[in-house]
């Protein structure tokens, strides 16, 4: 089932991809920015000892790299679409068993083996190289360096072997899959472990603290089956559907035409293509996760690290706007814009049309999501506050994404020049309003007061980058990437 050969062939298709989209400095330039942040994290280290245990930060590390792992492991939701949909002129070697004799199942094994390797190299490497760098001028330990890089790369193992098994179980069960996940989750929330006790259990982190090398076999060997089994949930052949709809496009039109007369046939045409190709389900979840994320490490942080640190909502509501940069790329790719060339369609027009569509989802998962933290951690009286600082960033940040990358966001943020013009819009903007939540808990009324400051400045910004659509979208032709 491992070919060696057909595995080496990804890696090639993976570079040339990346070189294509964004240009041939990616790669250096991303492992650069990881070796620079881990070298910030290491000098700083004597310092941030004096706040943190060092047994809490690994704890912490291990377990962003387990979620990492999970989730870069959602492609397995997709198998069935890469088999069914071509993107445009390219075609990936994991879609070649319909033309050479080679059975999808073992192409599925042979991309989770080339993510895993890829995501180790080109992310935890980095991080451990970083940290060496750091070694040179704070007393870190070579030795424990490499435990650390072997503890990390056991965590991101479990976290993707787990996560790919989860959801090609879920892209095959459906509904079974669902109802099965959500009894384990009820059974393991109502079982009233203790979870401090667990999270120090995760084997990775226990190699670390015992450095006990029976275990680096056992979990490669859970990783390894779990990614056969997973495998066997993968259709070798996807199954036709087929799907009836009413004709809907009229009344939808004349639904949003009470929202914007100019965009109503365009964003009429993109709700129907979420709703009819089942996209809308991936779109939410893919905006959810990241909260609920968020929600699940600030209450780590609160209630087991036990550190003098308090997380309002109007931290929350100021994460949401950042963390929108996903849901804006996914609407942007949410169909192939070649197409769009030959209709009498600019790009500035369609860009508009996702910016609406960017705005509408971000009130429909952020709004729910607001009031249930605000009424977890009994602050309903700030759930005002937290909208307004909602509406003000998420806005800003997708005026700000909207010019700089338009209907290319997956590709042209990774890029260096346009990555940094978005960290330097959007970062001061993100602290600012961080700080803000914080400083709240101080002095309410002068937070207040800085905080509607704020919000006009960052609508005026977003206007401004909108205007300036036309001067750098306007003639640009469609493409995929």
Not at 179 to 188: C, E, F, K, N, T
């Amino acid at each position: 089932m491992l070919d060696v050969k057909i595995l080496k062939l990804m890696f090639k298709e993976e570079f040339r991809l990346h070189a294509s989209f964004f240009n041939r400095s990616f790669f250096p330039f991303s492992s650069l920015a990881i070796i620079l942040f881990t070298f910030i994290m290491g000098a700083s280290l004597p310092m941030l000892r004096r706040v943190v245990a060092i047994d809490d930060m690994l704890v912490v590390a291990q377990w962003i790299l387990l979620f990492y792992g999970l989730g870069v492991g959602g492609f397995a939701m997709f198998a069935d679409r890469i088999l069914e949909r071509r993107f445009g002129s390219v075609s990936l070697l994991l879609t070649s068993s319909y033309t050479l004799p080679i059975r999808f199942i073992r192409l599925f094994f042979l991309f989770y083996i080339k993510d895993t390797l890829y995501y180790i190299f080109f992310t935890i490497l980095p991080m451990i190289l970083g940290l060496a760098l750091a070694s040179l001028f704070v007393p870190i330990s070579i030795s424990s360096l490499l435990f650390l890089f072997i503890s990390l790369t056991l965590s991101f193992l479990l976290g993707i072997s787990f996560s790919v098994l989860l959801f090609a179980a879920l892209a095959r069960l459906r509904a079974a899959g669902l109802v099965i996940a959500a009894a384990i989750g009820l059974y393991i929330g109502s079982s009233g472990f203790d979870v401090k006790v667990f999270a120090v259990q995760l084997p990775s982190l226990v190699f670390y603290h015992s450095h006990s090398f029976y275990i680096v076999p056992g979990v490669l060997i859970t990783s390894l089956v779990l990614g056969v089994i997973s495998s066997r949930f993968i259709k070798e052949v996807p199954s036709p559907h087929e799907r009836r709809a009413k004709e809907s496009f009229m009344k939808i039109v004349g639904l949003t035409s009470r929202l914007s007369s100019k965009y109503s046939p365009m964003l009429s045409k993109d709700i129907i293509d979420l709703v009819r190709s089942g996209i809308i389900f991936p779109v939410i979840l893919t905006f959810l996760t990241p909260l609920l994320f968020l929600y699940a490490v600030t209450w780590f942080v609160e209630s087991v690290m036990l550190l003098d640190v308090s997380f309002s909502v109007l931290f929350y509501a100021a994460m949401v706007g950042f963390l929108g940069t996903m849901l804006y790329s996914w609407l942007s790719n949410v169909d192939i814009s070649e197409c769009y060339n030959s209709l009498p369609l600019s790009m500035p027009h369609v860009i508009r049309t996702k910016l609406i569509l960017f705005l509408f989802f971000t009130c429909f998962v952020a709004v729910p999501y607001l009031v249930i933290v605000g009424y977890l951690k009994g602050e309903m009286d700030l759930l005002l506050i937290s909208l307004f600082i909602m509406l003000t960033v998420s806005a800003y940040v997708g005026s700000v994404l909207a010019y700089l990358t338009g209907l290319f966001t997956n590709s042209y943020l990774l890029d260096a020049k346009i990555l940094l013009q978005f960290t330097l819009a959007v970062v001061p903007v993100l602290l600012a309003e961080t700080l803000l939540s914080f400083y709240y808990q101080f002095n309410s009324e002068l937070a207040t007061l800085y905080i509607a400051g704020l919000g006009p400045i960052l609508v005026a910004a977003s206007m401004v980058f909108l205007n300036r659509l036309d001067r750098r979208w306007k003639g640009r032709m469609f493409r995929i990437a």
